[in-house]
């Protein structure tokens, strides 16, 4: 997909969201072989400014439509995970069990929260409404993952 689709894709989301007019998003296209994710964003809720980054050489995701609706329901719910980030931070000793414990849940449930509004708002008003699989395929199946195992028996 072309860089200036891409631009209008994200603008119109920034719209549909209700992000802007109130914050300034920049799509920034990463062009590093060796950046690992998809997508990202990173947030400035004093200047109510984001950049959206977006990987241009090996997306793991086929459909960058959808990673950009899934970076902005990052920006939606920010002050929520902050909230939570804060919460785990203020009543959980630092490097504990329990810290770590709490952290991985949280960013599971952040992450697995974010990309189901993702699906629903992509398959309402998308352009592209395929879903991505690109990270199940390095995934191992369900056969694979109990190669190996003993039986209990």
């Not at 549909?16 to 072989?33: G, H, N």
């Not at 990987?55 to 086929?62: A, C, L, S, T, V």
């Amino acid at each position: 997909m072309e860089k200036k689709d891409l631009m209008q894709i994200c603008e119109a989301y920034c719209a549909k969201l209700r992000i802007s007019p109130f914050w300034d998003v920049k799509l920034q296209f990463v062009e590093d072989a060796s950046w690992r994710k998809t997508g990202d964003i990173k947030i400035d809720c004093d200047d109510r400014k984001a950049i959206l980054l977006l990987n241009m050489i090996n997306p793991k995701q086929e459909n960058l439509e959808e990673v950009i609706v899934h970076e902005l329901m990052h920006l939606k719910i920010y002050p929520l995970d902050q909230v939570t980030e804060s919460l785990i931070k203020s009543c959980l000793e630092e490097g504990t069990a329990a810290q770590r414990f709490a952290y991985r849940q949280f960013f599971t449930a952040l992450e697995q929260t974010v990309e189901e509004l993702t699906k629903c708002f992509l398959l309402e008003f998308g352009d592209n409404r395929e879903l991505s699989f690109g990270r199940c395929k390095s995934m191992k199946s369900f056969n694979e993952l109990y190669d190996g195992l003993s039986d209990l028996e």
